[in-house]
């Protein structure tokens, strides 16, 4: 079992907060799409003949793409992998590029899953972070959706947006919930350095909201996903039952990644590389047979302190056997011992084999996950 990422690095405006790669979009894909095909080409065999089993369309703003270039890509997968034939295939859409025919051509091309970036319901939010599309836009946007006969549909939600109170959240909340959405994705506003957000708080023209603040809003968000029937399967993640995103849920459990187009990151099981982030340059080096990439092999040790980070935001927690069996003893009564004083103070709790975070640990779920890192090379787990 594996999976593919494409990232699709064009956007038609950018948002102040955000800090994935992506460049201003100039309207023609076509160099870029046939570079991302002989990228597949060149790494047809980097899954080593696994079954694909999801297929992610991200970025940037794959909604830039036509559906005719989707299903071409689609296409070029199908014929270098085996792709199976109910593999989950997301795409994601801003909702201003979203209509009902595009969104039923995406639908033939073979797109089983969409996840729309709606952010906030509220023009003033939207209009704070250079969103380029409205609430009003939104709305229409998961209905043209669900009409065109999507059923696997996830909006995306950010909270803690400065001058958004937790009244407003609740209300984003239940309005995003009361469409017939299957999962739900909702994000801490963070201020990266590098963001436009950044500078505007270094200038002291934007204030993060306080911790207050934001507790507040995760506890409604808990509250309210829990009502609606979502299941909180990851820190940042609520679906219904049936509905939980297999791609990112892979991530979480270690399987293996083939990430196409530039920054994109891919992982076999041994190491982890990520591309270039420069679209220019990964065209042209894609263009003459060649790959620009940067490597890590992952030790026994980088690979227990992936293995904690990733399930400890998860509803799987950390598998205690899994533990004894990769890491062995020394792995499992680390772990073990550490998480002694979190159940004492009632934030995390075990279960038969496995530990995880209670609705108080996941509050300062980073906190927590930053204690069981693994120390520096030379002391445990060294290689
Ligand atoms: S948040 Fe999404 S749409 Fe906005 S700039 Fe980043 S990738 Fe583009």
């Known amino acids: 079992m594996a999976g593919i990422y494409l990232h699709i690095p064009y956007c038609r405006q950018l948002c102040y907060y955000c800090d994935f790669y992506r460049v201003v979009s100039h309207g023609d894909n076509s160099l870029f799409i046939e570079a991302l095909k002989k990228e597949m080409t060149l790494r047809k065999n980097y899954l080593a003949g696994s079954n694909v089993s999801t297929i992610y369309f991200g970025g940037g703003t794959p909604s830039v793409l036509t559906a005719e270039e989707t299903e071409?890509?689609?296409?070029?997968?199908?014929?270098?992998?085996r792709v199976d034939s109910e593999a989950e295939i997301t795409f994601e859409v801003n909702p201003d590029d979203v209509s009902l025919k595009y969104m039923k051509d995406l639908h033939m091309a073979g797109v089983n899953r969409i996840s729309i970036g709606i952010q906030s319901l509220r023009d003033e939010d939207l209009k704070l972070m250079n969103r380029r599309h409205t609430a009003a836009q939104a709305r229409e946007a998961i209905d043209n959706?669900?009409?065109?006969?999507?059923?696997?549909?996830?909006?995306?939600?950010?909270y803690g947006i400065p001058g958004m109170d937790p009244d407003n959240w609740a209300a984003n909340i239940e309005e995003t919930l009361s469409f017939d959405i299957?999962?739900?994705?909702?994000?801490?506003?963070?201020?990266?350095?590098?963001?436009?957000?950044?500078?505007?708080?270094?200038?002291?023209?934007?204030?993060?909201?306080?911790?207050?603040?934001?507790?507040?809003?995760?506890?409604?968000?808990?509250?309210?996903?829990g009502k609606a029937g979502f299941i909180n399967y990851e820190i940042s993640n609520f679906g219904k039952p049936g509905y939980f995103s297999i791609h990112n849920t892979n991530y979480?459990?270690?399987?293996?990644?083939?990430?196409?187009?530039?920054?994109?990151?891919?992982?076999?099981?041994?190491?982890?590389?990520?591309?270039?982030?420069?679209v220019k340059k990964y065209i042209?080096?894609?263009?003459?047979?060649?790959?620009?990439?940067?490597?890590?092999?992952?030790?026994i040790r980088t690979k227990f302190n992936e293995y904690v980070m990733t399930s400890l935001r998860t509803m799987w927690g950390i598998d205690l056997l899994y533990v004894e069996k990769i890491f062995e003893k020394e792995g499992y009564d680390y772990v073990v011992n550490l998480s002694g004083k979190f159940i004492n103070y009632?934030?995390?709790r075990q279960d038969d084999n496995n530990l995880f975070l209670t609705n108080q640990g996941k509050m300062i779920s980073d906190n927590i996950i930053s204690e069981f890192i693994m120390p520096s090379p030379g002391q445990l787990l060294s290689p």
């Not at 689609?74 to 270098?80: G, Q, T, W």
């Not at 270094?202 to 309210?224: H, I, M, R, W, Y």
């Not at 047979?289 to 490597?295: Q, S, T, W």
């Open 346 to 348: 009632g934030l995390m």
């Open 284 to 299: 042209n080096a894609v263009n003459s047979g060649r790959l620009i990439f940067e490597k890590e092999e992952l030790d």
């Open 72 to 81: 071409s890509v689609l296409d070029h997968i199908r014929n270098l992998f």
């Open 145 to 158: 959706i669900l009409k065109s006969g999507f059923d696997n549909v996830s909006a995306d939600l950010i």
């Open 252 to 278: 979480w459990k270690q399987v293996p990644y083939l990430g196409l187009g530039p920054s994109a990151h891919s992982f076999n099981g041994y190491s982890r590389q990520w591309n270039i982030s420069d």
């Open 182 to 225: 299957r999962h739900l994705s909702a994000y801490h506003l963070t201020i990266e350095p590098g963001t436009l957000f950044y500078q505007m708080k270094e200038k002291g023209q934007l204030k993060e909201v306080d911790e207050d603040e934001s507790t507040a809003e995760f506890n409604l968000l808990l509250e309210k996903t």
